[in-house]
């Protein structure tokens, strides 16, 4: 058995690996190597049998932002699955990390039971919730809006960072993978409310379905507000939808949306996994943390 990094000269073997776990062999950036994360392999009689990514991140716990290892991509081929090879590969993962200075490692657990051997607990959950967009009639339009440009772009890190580092999980966004290009362009619109001073003070990045009628919907991927009546504003904003969607969907973390969109369903329930990678150095939350993904 060999782990090691993985180059672009096992990009068949990756692809090969990846597709029976992903249902698609495509690799983000169509690169196996990247500055945005290591690509990790498992190697039993020179054929590769499992692998996973370190994504090298920092999280906001108590105002700090802590080195996170943040792993994703993990695959085990069919054939070499119940062997515990994962084990042997994340271990090793771990130990590049550590080595680099990574205090905690999360990961969004597809099966939370094979992590907790590894130290992993559940702290938190990304959720897809879905809300009939005529519910949202009932909020109030009290801010102005306007749709995000270019040139609000450090207006737009400044909201979310000034929300994250209030909270305990989320992201910094200050690796290399969060390019500053997709705020604006991995999404159909930003919409931000405005204060009585014409300064943003939230946001919602949303995508709208192909379609109408039936089966369409906008989704929101990324919200921040700092007060409640630029929030109000953007709800009334996805409920004028209503005309040609039946559903706006959040994604969203915590209580913050589900509190006050209370008629919603859950679409989709993603566990958020944290193990201390540093012993002594960081004190695991007890209380559910909020995160939030990238669109």
Known sequence: MEI??????????LIAVRLPAFGSGRLPNDRVEHPAYERWGLFVDGQLAATASRKP?????????????????VAIAPEHRGRGLLRFLIERLHESARSQGDVIGTLFA???GIYRSLGYRTVGAMDTIEVP???LHRFERTRELRRATAGDLPTLKRLYADWARQQDGPLTRE????DDDAWLHDATGVTLALDEDGSAVAYAAWNRSPGEGEGAYVEVEDMVWADDAARDSLFWMLGTFST???AVRFDTSGTELTDVLTEHRVLEHRPYDLAVLQPGSFEAPTAPVIIRDYF
């Open 4 to 13: 090691r990094r993985l180059t672009e000269a096992d990009r068949d073997a």
């Open 57 to 73: 991140y920092a999280s906001w716990f108590a105002g700090r932002a802590v080195p996170t290892c943040g792993i994703g991509g």
């Open 110 to 112: 597809s099966s939370p």
């Open 133 to 135: 967009t005529t519910a």
């Open 175 to 178: 690796s290399a993978e969060f």
């Open 244 to 246: 040609v969607v039946p």
